[in-house]
């Protein structure tokens, strides 16, 4: 661990790097979205691109996080936002064109893309048929710029560990003749129709940097992929009929502490069209391998690498130095991420399920390792940066501790049902996005000890040399003449030899005056090599002053280039704090509103707490007062408590002295009873003696006798025909009452015809309750005597009475025991109605007899008289004559 803790702190310090700057500027990485078209069956966009920086994500209803109450829209900052609408050529230029440039400028460069499955990740790298990604342009590019300043084929070699070997072009030259490039068979690109045209770029363009002429470029391509956390080599040559499975490659770390794949072949490509040849095999491996090894293109990461070699020319700009050292590499790195979808959302078992997860896993590292960068700077924390728990940030851990410049590309998918992972994408984003990668210094390029321009000076030697002996040899063109080179005036000597007349001595003459040139152009070229030298140690000098002038200015520039970044850098700080303080202004405005509306709730509780305060004090008042209330009436409750225990006590006394009361009472009605039962038993004596007379006339015993005229004796009524009227209510039992007639017919209810029988004498018995509930048996009697109209009128001449008081107070006869017995039966049954028939009409104003009859005038004597009336019952009163 403590390895790893130092592989974060630990600068590299490449062998090309002898004058280092004292500290590296802080780069963040930069991070650009893409947005993607809506496909035709996909309807709902939740993302809208703001501005050039802005990209706003809002919630849809179905989503998760709606569901689960974040339902604003959020707002994402990056480097730039690409709408659905930008080009290719536009998202080269912004992201990919200044990745070029570096690798010219001995700088590495490493590219995401990153987004969820089907969000144009793919699309962005590779791009399609006629719309060439990134990485193809990348190629197209490279090349365009290093044209004629390409290294023949094999003068670079891999040399297994990272770095590169130089060879002369003789032996490369040889090895060449023994390669044969392998070309795409037509039938094998009509597999993949998708990558064979990809090529095709409208326009034939440069970077925008000097590349250095005198030096000589290679370039190797690469491709690997990342499956399960298994390294696989793309481009690995394996027999075609071979079984085996591929086989994963292991990483190391090489002389410069940088991390490589071990053994991963190195393609050198001489142009875009072999360069895409290899990535066009590896796209075809890959597909034989996802077959064998059951697994589909996005589960995986794929790498493609471009590596650009070059090496510094000779003096004579002809050939490579012939020094490993001198050889500069630097590279870029294109990484095609899988989708970065969790393994929840795509449902995926066994197999599927463990690739998402290992997917999952890489990225879950790569996430972390943002984090721990971020967090190393912004706290100034010294945290270990997990990159070797994954392959992924394994391979590229060089370029987090500031060996090369990392960006990314978002890509969103802008589909509603993807919201939720997008979100997870966006921040992601936002932590890679605020960590600062410490730049490592810059290799101030040594003189290489040549004079600039060799190449070009070659060129025109050899085109020269190539003129020279094309043209007429005595006028010599100075363009063809070699910079360098000291021509001595040609000597025609065709001239002397083709002639007829051949003069030794003037061709010896001649041949004196070309010594004497000789020795004159050699004192010449002496002194002019003199001059030469001269003047070279002074251009040197001169240069050497002039390349100190020219790394001050670099130095001043890169400072400026500093500057200008970190203004830029401020200026999207600026934007972004400015953006922050609005979202805060308006959040503070929310915030302010609500507040105003919890004062006003405050003040209107307040004023409820206020009313709520005063009730509560007029309930307390009238609490008081029902507590005073209470006391006092709980002192009453004492003394009425104290009263009833006096009444209580006076009650038992009273109780106490009733007892003693009734108890002698008791025994006075018992002396009475038994008094009363000799009496009982004596009167039944005589009433048995009453009944059953021996011979004695029959003498009713309750008879109140009036003082009417005695015609109606008990005698004379033997032998007379009575009609005795019983109304039904009559109670039985009253014999007692009943005078002992032989003749007689007993009727309920008189009818005329019963008058007009031979009966000459009525009785009516009558029974009614007195206001003391005793029974009053009265008995009248009359004689039926013919009217003058041919009707039928009764003269009372006799009223029988009796009731218990008037049979014991009036009739010491009377037994009281029988009387009362009746009577309270009497009472029980009903009450004393007289039944008359309506056809009594005829009977009514007779008068009769009271029983106090000591009246003398009519008023008095009729004062009672019987009534009937149809319909009503029949009963009697007391009348007056008027009422008669
Ligand atoms: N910017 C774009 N403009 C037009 N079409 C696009 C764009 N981005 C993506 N597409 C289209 O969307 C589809 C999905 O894109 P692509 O295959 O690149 O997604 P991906 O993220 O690489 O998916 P995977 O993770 O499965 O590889 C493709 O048909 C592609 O043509």
Redo the contacts with the bound molecule.
């Keep these: 661990m403590s390895q790893l803790g130092n592989l974060q702190t630990r600068r590299r310090v490449s062998p090309q790097t002898s004058e280092m700057d004292q500290e590296g500027p802080a780069d963040p990485v930069e991070v650009y979205c893409?947005?993607?078209?809506l496909?035709e069956d996909e309807d709902e966009s939740c993302c809208k691109v703001l501005s050039d920086q802005i990209l706003q994500i809002t919630p849809p209803d179905t989503s998760l996080a709606f569901r689960t109450g974040h339902r604003n829209a959020t707002q994402h900052t990056f480097q730039y936002v690409?709408n659905?609408a930008?080009g290719q050529r536009e998202v080269f230029d912004r992201v990919s064109m200044p990745l070029v440039r570096d690798l010219f400028c001995s700088k590495n460069g490493l590219l995401f893309?990153y987004?969820?499955?089907?969000?144009?990740?793919?699309?962005?790298?590779s791009g399609?048929p006629d719309n060439a990604g990134i990485l193809p342009r990348c190629l197209d590019i490279i090349f365009n710029s290093i044209a004629e300043l390409q290294a023949p084929r094999f003068v670079f070699k891999p040399d297994k560990t990272n770095g590169f070997e130089v060879q002369s072009e003789g032996d490369a030259r040889v090895e060449a003749g023994k390669f044969k490039p392998k070309k795409i068979s037509a039938k094998a690109r009509s597999e993949m129709p998708e990558y064979s045209d990809i090529l095709r770029l409208p326009e034939v363009r440069k970077v925008d940097c000097t590349v250095d002429e005198d030096c000589s470029y290679s370039v190797f391509v690469s491709y690997v992929e990342i499956y399960n956390n298994y390294v696989f080599d793309l481009l690995e040559d394996i027999p075609a009929d071979s079984k085996k499975p591929p086989q994963s490659k292991g990483m190391r770390e090489d002389a410069r502490r940088q991390m490589y794949i071990s053994g991963v072949t190195e393609v050198e490509v001489k142009s875009t069209e072999e360069a895409y040849e290899a990535l066009w095999r590896g796209q075809r491996r890959r597909r034989v391998g996802h077959t064998q090894l059951n697994h589909?293109?996005?589960r995986s990461h794929s790498i493609f690498t471009i590596r650009l070699v070059s090496a510094p020319l000779d003096s004579s700009g002809e050939e490579v130095v012939q020094d490993k050292g001198r050889v500069v590499m630097t590279q870029l790195s294109l990484v095609?991420l899988?989708?970065s979808e969790r393994a929840t959302r795509t449902g995926n078992q066994g197999n599927r399920l463990r690739e998402a997860n290992n997917i999952n896993a890489n990225l879950m590292v790569l996430r972390t390792c943002m984090e721990t960068l971020r967090d190393n700077q912004g706290n100034a924390a010294n945290k270990i940066v997990p990159y070797r728990d994954a392959k992924l940030t394994h391979l590229f851990k060089n370029y987090f501790d500031g060996d090369g410049k990392v960006k990314m590309v978002v890509?969103v998918?802008p589909r509603s049902e993807d919201y939720d992972e997008t979100i997870h994408v966006m921040r992601f984003a936002e932590v890679t996005q605020e960590v600062q990668i410490q730049v490592e210094k810059q290799p101030t390029k040594l003189p290489v000890g040549y004079t600039p321009g060799r190449r070009r000076a070659n060129l025109l030697y050899k085109a020269a040399l190539k003129g020279g002996r094309q043209e007429d040899c005595d006028e010599p063109t100075s363009s063809a003449v070699h910079p360098y080179h000291l021509a001595l005036p040609l000597l025609c000597v065709d001239k002397f030899l083709g002639s007829d007349s051949l003069n030794y001595t003037e061709f010896r003459v001649h041949l004196e005056d070309r010594a004497e040139t000789r020795q004159r152009l050699l004192e010449e070229s002496k002194r002019k090599e003199t001059e030469v030298r001269s003047m070279i140690v002074s251009m040197s000098a001169d240069n050497d002053a002039l390349k100190a002038r020219v790394a001050a200015l670099e130095s001043q520039l890169r400072k400026q280039d500093r500057l200008a970044k970190d203004n830029q850098d401020l200026g999207v700080l600026v934007k972004r704090k400015d953006q922050e303080l609005q979202h805060s202004a308006q959040h503070r405005d929310k915030l302010q509103k609500s507040l105003s509306s919890k004062t006003a709730e405050a003040l209107h509780l307040q004023l409820q707490v206020d009313t709520v305060m005063k009730k509560n004090a007029n309930l307390e008042r009238a609490l008081d007062a029902f507590r005073s209330d209470h006391c006092d009436l709980e002192k009453e409750m004492v003394q009425s408590k104290e009263i009833a225990r006096k009444e209580q006590k006076e009650k038992e006394k009273i109780k106490k002295t009733m007892k003693g009361f009734v108890h002698s009472e008791k025994e006075k009605f018992e002396k009475l009873a038994k008094e009363k039962r000799t009496q009982d038993q004596k009167l039944q004596q005589v009433m048995r003696m009453v009944q059953h007379p021996p011979t004695a006339p029959d003498r009713t015993p309750l008879t109140e006798t009036d003082n009417l005229p005695t015609h109606g004796g008990r005698k004379r009524s033997i032998s007379e025909n009575w009609l005795n009227h019983r109304p039904t209510t009559t109670l039985e039992g009253a014999t007692v009452l009943q005078p002992n007639i032989k003749k007689k017919k007993t009727i309920t209810t008189p009818k005329p015809k019963h008058f007009k029988d031979k009966h000459s004498k009525y009785m009516l018995t009558h029974q009614e309750l007195d206001v003391k509930g005793r029974t009053k048996t009265k008995l009248f009697k009359g004689d039926i005597l013919e009217s003058r109209g041919g009707g039928h009128s009764v003269r009372f001449t006799n009223i029988e009475s009796l009731d218990t008081q008037s049979m014991s107070s009036e009739n010491g006869q009377n037994n009281p025991t029988t009387s009362s017995r009746r009577s309270a039966r009497l009472a029980k049954k009903s009450s004393p109605t007289l039944s008359v028939s309506s056809s009594m009409g005829s009977l009514s104003g007779v008068s009769s007899l009271s029983e106090e009859a000591e009246h003398t005038d009519v008023e008095t004597r009729c004062a009672v008289g019987i009534m009937g009336k149809p319909g009503a019952p029949p009963g009697y009163c007391h009348m007056t004559t008027t009422d008669l």
């Design positions: 893409r947005v993607r078209p496909n690409f659905e930008t893309t987004g969820i499955t089907n969000s144009g990740k793919t699309y962005t790298m399609e589909e293109s996005s095609d899988a989708g890509c998918s």
